[in-house]
């Protein structure tokens, strides 16, 4: 599945300061920092795909992936809170798989707060099998949980 088309498109330098405000209401504990953002975009194209989609009021999205092939790290996915549990999370995850493919990654990966049930769903349903487990990686208390999904041959981008 594509990205509702009309809504998405690469993420520009001027959309960072709308992305770092969804990123202090999302991830209150750790979010991304405008100059992290920066350093991510100056690697687009050659090792970062970031996409954002909009809806009438902003953005209500964004992905971002690290591909060096054969492998792919989901960066960051997320959806403001007016816009979630509408098919919104599933289909940018969808994109960033499409792109990953693009560029010969074979499988992808991705770490996820061990607490985060909402996202842990989302990958789920989307293939990703869990990996491993890191203590304390966002944190005193808050462990990870590394997730990887193959690619190669699977022909399902959902
Ligand atoms: C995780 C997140 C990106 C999901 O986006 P979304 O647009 O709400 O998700 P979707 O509507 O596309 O749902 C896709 C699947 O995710 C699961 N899911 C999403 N939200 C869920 C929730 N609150 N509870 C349980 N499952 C949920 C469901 O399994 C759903 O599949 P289904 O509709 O077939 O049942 C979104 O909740 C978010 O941005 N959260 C805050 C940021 C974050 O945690 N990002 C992930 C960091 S690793």
Redesign the pocket.
């Known amino acids: 599945m594509s990205t509702r088309d009309s809504g998405s498109r690469p993420m520009r330098w001027w959309d960072i300061d709308q992305v770092v405000a969804m990123e202090r209401e999302?991830?209150p504990d750790d979010p991304w920092s405008s100059e992290q953002f920066w350093g991510e975009l100056a690697h687009v194209p050659e090792t970062r795909w970031y996409v954002v989609h909009e809806d009438d009021i902003g953005i209500d999205?964004y992905v971002g992936l690290f591909a060096v092939p054969p492998e792919g790290d989901?960066q960051?996915?997320?959806?403001?809170t007016r816009?979630?549990?509408?098919?919104?999370?599933?289909?940018?995850?969808g994109d960033l798989v499409d792109e990953a493919r693009r560029r010969g990654c074979t499988q992808l990966l991705?770490?996820?707060?061990e607490d985060?049930?909402?996202?842990l769903?989302?990958?789920?349903?989307a293939g990703f099998e869990r990996q491993g487990h890191r203590r304390d990686y966002y944190g005193p208390g808050r462990d990870a949980l590394i997730l990887r999904r193959r690619l190669a041959g699977d022909g399902d981008n959902s």
């Open positions: 999302l991830f999205g989901v960051t996915i997320a959806v403001a816009a979630q549990g509408s098919g919104l999370g599933r289909a940018l995850l991705l770490e996820v707060r985060n049930s909402s996202a769903a989302l990958y789920a349903r």
